[in-house]
């Protein structure tokens, strides 16, 4: 079976038992892994990258920002909000000339509001 056959499948058991997906998460990484060694690992620092931000430095300076709303929340403001962060932060990452050009973290985090933007959209 090819790689795009065993994803389709995938997706469709996914849209079926969520639960199912998370617990056997570990087989999927080792299938990616197997396929593409490079992008396992970066999935895994990206993974990491993603459990680091739990802890919002923005909810200290700005308690009153509903930002469970901004990235979950329905409508174009949300998805505005989200795939503008990304945007900036792939256009940071192409800048020149400055300290934050051309910074990985930069690409995680514009991966994590595409990944977040794909969430909200998950039952579309």
């Given at each position: ?27 999927d ?37 509903d ?47 595409l ?10």
């Open positions: 079976m090819e790689i795009h056959e065993e994803l389709k499948k995938l997706r469709e058991q996914i849209d079926k038992d969520e639960k199912m997906f998370i617990t056997n998460g570990h087989k990484l080792d299938m990616l892994y197997e396929h593409d060694r490079g992008l396992a690992v970066v999935f895994c620092f990206f993974l990491y990258h993603v459990l680091t931000t739990y802890s919002d430095k923005y909810n200290e300076i700005m308690p009153f920002v930002n469970t709303w901004l990235k979950y929340g329905e409508g174009l403001i949300p998805a505005g909000h989200n795939v503008g962060q990304a945007v900036s932060y792939l256009k940071r990452y192409l800048s020149q000339g400055y300290e934050k050009s051309y910074q990985r973290d930069d690409l995680m985090k514009a991966a994590h509001f990944l977040i933007e794909t969430a909200r959209r998950q039952h579309d």
